[in-house]
């Protein structure tokens, strides 16, 4: 069965860092692309960031570019996601999701003073 959880959302204040994690289990993980995705309210899904399997690979949306980074661990089969510089704008539930379709539950961040 496969499984993608997230951790690590919380409250932050503009200016401040937090990294996502998401834990795979279930599929061969380093064989699959990975992404990012991020949903604010009332507004639609989006790509956040993208990786290769081999981690070699990565894209990231222009609002993001300079603050965020993803990375992975395939020995751990985790991806993460270090977000630095948040802003207020950047508030919305983050989802994993392998390039086999899958996706996590989601882990909130909420970014306020």
């Known amino acids: 069965q496969v499984q993608l959880v997230e951790s690590g959302g919380g409250l932050v204040q503009p200016g401040g860092s937090l990294r996502l994690s998401c834990a795979a289990s279930g599929f061969t993980f380093s064989r699959y692309g990975m992404s990012w995705y991020r949903q604010a309210p009332g507004k639609e899904r989006e790509l956040v960031a993208g990786?290769?399997?081999?981690?070699?690979?990565?894209t990231y949306e222009d609002s993001v570019k300079g603050r965020f980074t993803i990375s992975r661990d395939n020995a751990k089969k985790t991806l993460y996601l270090q977000m630095n510089s948040l802003k207020p704008e950047d508030t919305a539930v983050y989802f994993c999701r392998s390039t086999t379709g899958y996706w996590g539950q989601g882990t909130q961040v909420t970014v306020s003073s």
């Open positions: 990786i290769s399997s081999s981690g070699g690979t990565t």
